[in-house]
Every structure is written in structure tokens, then in C-alpha cells.
């Protein structure tokens, strides 16, 4: 079974650029996660999608961050205009939408460098 | 409301010798418990999850972690470490139900020598 694609796996920007990233979830898999991980924490939430519905945002920054999930699988996160404090890796995730099957299984990653 | 704490950044152990990776709890709910393991350069990978089945929970490549609700603890052991366990671990709580919302802790950071 494919796991979930993330691209790019690495991006150099400079501040005040635009910026966007891509996943495909493990087919079926109805819910679709975007987190925030900046080095030397763990994961933070920053969009929850079920299907192509936002499920929470409560932790996106609106002003300069946006994401959609058209046709409830694929999914874009972007980021405009970056901050240096935007510099982090951003981790994709997708679970099963059934009770007791919260397991969430995570891309590799895009590791995004604000100059 | 939901946290983790793991009360270890850092924990060095030498190879062959017996690992422990502590992690406490906080939920106001039955939760749902995990642990993930982060390579370097990798993404994570779930090594092991508790949903209110038995108490103590086997994992791949050797780890276990075990629920205790009086302490409100889900510590993560392996009998004997290898080099390959190198890496960083989170504790991760998930409230129950079709909408859950995972809170990671800070992660430990296993160093192991030769």
C-alpha cells in the first residue's frame, strides 16, 4: 500500500515569496491533516480536512496561510508571503473517517527554509 | 483539554541495554494514546497506539509501552537497544471519536552508543 506523497521534499524561499506544497493521502483515506513542525518541537495542527471539508483551522494563520482539498483527495497548503518564522517542516498526514481509527499516518515531510 | 509531557528531552543509553522513554497524560476524555518515531530526514512513523483494548501494547521492531490510568502514564520500553533506535520519539494523546485531534508532546531525543 502507497504511503502519503508529499512534494516537494525540501524548498529555499526567500521572506516575503510565496510558497506551496502538495499531498496525496493513502487511498481511501477520507481525512486529510496539514501540520506545522518547527525543529526541536512536535507537530502542530494547522488544517483538518474530511473530505473537502475543513474540519478545524482554529491554528492556521489566515492572513498568509491558506489550503483547499478540491475533489477530497489531493491537498495544497500555501504560504504568502513567507516569514522568517515560517521556516519549518510541514507534515501531511491522512486517517480513515471511523470511530476508534483515529491512527494517523504521516508523508515525509517538506522542509521549507525562509532566507 | 489535552496535553502531553515527556519528562525526558535527552536519554542516552548503550547499545543492548534496556530503554525507557516516559511519557505522561492529561485528557478529559478516555483517550486514545501513541507513539510515533521521527528519523532524521524522515517522517513519522506510528510505532505502537493504546485505544482502551489491553493495557500494555506491543509495537514493531520491539517496543511496548504500557496504559496506566492511576498515573496517568504511557511510558514506551524496549528490553534491549539498538543502534537503529537512534531517534526522536513522541507521545501523542488523541481525544476519541471520529473528529480527533492529536497533541504531540515535545519528544525525546534516544542517543545510543556503542
Known amino acids: 500500500e502507497a504511503g502519503v506523497a508529499q512534494s516537494p521534499r525540501y524548498k529555499i524561499i526567500e521572506k516575503r515569496q510565496s510558497v506551496a506544497f502538495w499531498c496525496n493521502p493513502i487511498s481511501g483515506h477520507a481525512t486529510l491533516y496539514w501540520y506545522q513542525q518547527i525543529l526541536g518541537q512536535g507537530p502542530k495542527l494547522l488544517i483538518q480536512?474530511?473530505?473537502?471539508?475543513?474540519?478545524?483551522d482554529s491554528q492556521l494563520p489566515k492572513d498568509r496561510f491558506s489550503a483547499e482539498r478540491l475533489k477530497g483527495v489531493d491537498s495544497t497548503l500555501k504560504i504568502q508571503p513567507a516569514k522568517l518564522e515560517d521556516s519549518a517542516v510541514y507534515l501531511c498526514?491522512?486517517?480513515?473517517?471511523?470511530?476508534?481509527?483515529?491512527?494517523?499516518?504521516f508523508g515525509p515531510g517538506t522542509r521549507l527554509l525562509v532566507l | 483539554a489535552q496535553s502531553v509531557t515527556q519528562l525526558d528531552s535527552h536519554v542516552s543509553v548503550s547499545e543492548g541495554t534496556p530503554v525507557l522513554l516516559r511519557c505522561n497524560y492529561s485528557s478529559s476524555y478516555s483517550p486514545s494514546l501513541f507513539w510515533y518515531v521521527q528519523h532524521p530526514n524522515k517522517g513519522l512513523q506510528l510505532l505502537l497506539k493504546?485505544?482502551?483494548?489491553?493495557?500494555l501494547v506491543k509495537g514493531i521492531n520491539g517496543f511496548e509501552a504500557e496504559f496506566k490510568k492511576s498515573e496517568t502514564s504511557f511510558h514506551l520500553t524496549k528490553p534491549s537497544a539498538h543502534m537503529s533506535d537512534a531517534a526522536e520519539y513522541f507521545c501523542?494523546?488523541?481525544?476519541?471519536?471520529?473528529?480527533?485531534?492529536?497533541?504531540f508532546g515535545t519528544g525525546t531525543r534516544l542517543q545510543v552508543t556503542l
Open positions: 498526514a491522512s486517517s480513515l473517517w471511523l470511530p476508534g481509527e483515529e491512527t494517523q499516518y
Open positions: 493504546y485505544t482502551s483494548a489491553a493495557t
Open positions: 501523542v494523546v488523541s481525544s476519541t471519536g471520529t473528529a480527533s485531534k492529536l497533541t
Open positions: 480536512f474530511q473530505n473537502n471539508g475543513v474540519v478545524d
